[in-house]
């Protein structure tokens, strides 16, 4: 069974800056994490999901969407088994719910939702004066 995870906080002002973790449990499952590209998306409210970072399953290559480029960094540890996006220069507009979510592949695709299998619960992040 695979379990994805995001933890971190949820509410900063403009301006600042927060980092989000998303922990892979793979236990029992067969699945070995750095096999797996991950990605983070996010849902802003009244809106559809959107793709936001990727990152390759070994960590040399990494995806993002035009709005976060140059703000945002995906990274990821491949002995803990973990995720991360630190976030810079945060406006209202990224307010949204961030997901994490795992891709069966070691490339981390286009960036489109249904190339991800699994997915987190999701993570309130609050950009707000």
């Known amino acids: 069974q695979v379990q994805l995870q995001e933890s971190g906080p949820d509410l900063v002002k403009p301006s600042q800056m927060l980092s989000l973790t998303c922990t892979v449990s793979?236990?029992?499952?067969?699945?070995?994490?750095?096999?797996?590209?991950m990605g983070w998306f996010r849902q802003a409210p009244g809106k559809d999901r959107e793709f936001v970072a990727a990152?390759?399953?070994?960590?040399?290559?990494?995806y993002y969407t035009a709005s976060v480029k140059g703000r945002f960094t995906i990274s990821r540890d491949n002995f803990k088994n973990m995720v991360y996006l630190q976030m810079n220069s945060l406006k209202p507009e990224d307010t949204a719910v961030y997901y994490c979510?795992?891709?069966?592949?070691?490339?981390?695709?286009?960036?489109?939702?249904?190339?991800?299998?699994?997915w987190g619960q999701g993570t309130q992040v609050t950009v707000s004066s």
């Open positions: 990152i390759s399953g070994i960590g040399t290559s990494q």
């Open positions: 793979c236990q029992s499952s067969g699945r070995r994490f750095s096999s797996n590209a």
């Open positions: 979510a795992a891709r069966p592949a070691e490339h981390y695709g286009l960036g489109y939702e249904f190339e991800y299998d699994l």
